[in-house]
Nanobody, 124 residues
Framework: QVHLVESGGGLVQAGGSLRVSCAASTRTLSSYVMGWFRQAPGKEREFVAAISRNGVSTSYANSVKGRFTISRDNAKNTVYLQMNSLKPEDTAVYYC?????????????????WGQGTQVTVSS
């Protein structure tokens, strides 16, 4: 069982930056592909970014490519999502997820563990 806790959400103006973090309870975070998803009001949860177990490979949704960066520190059991040039349409609850796998996936159903989410609000 892996417990994930997101933090760092908040209110930011359009064009600003924010970094959200995901702390994992496991000492073997390196065994998991990690992903970030988001859910805006009235919309389904969608993929944002994912990172391989060793941090070498990443994948991004087209809507955030070039603005968001996912990274991880396995020694600290933490995954990050740096968000720059934020837009009002980035407003959502952001969820961290862990997949006990060797291959990056963008599919929500492939992820085994989920955090409770952190709210990110971008004002225009």
């Amino acid at each position: 069982q892996v417990h994930l806790v997101e933090s760092g959400g908040g209110l930011v103006q359009a064009g600003g930056s924010l970094r959200v973090s995901c702390a994992a309870s496991t000492r073997t975070l390196s065994s998991y592909v990690m992903g970030w998803f988001r859910q805006a009001p009235g919309k389904e949860r969608e993929f944002v970014a994912a990172i391989s177990r060793n941090g070498v490979s990443t994948s991004y949704a087209n809507s955030v490519k070039g603005r968001f960066t996912i990274s991880r520190d396995n020694a600290k059991n933490t995954v990050y999502l740096q968000m720059n040039s934020l837009k009002p349409e980035d407003t959502a609850v952001y969820y961290c997820a862990a997949d006990y796998s060797m291959v990056i996936t963008t599919r929500e159903n492939d992820y085994d563990y989920w955090g409770q989410g952190t709210q990110v609000t971008v004002s225009s």
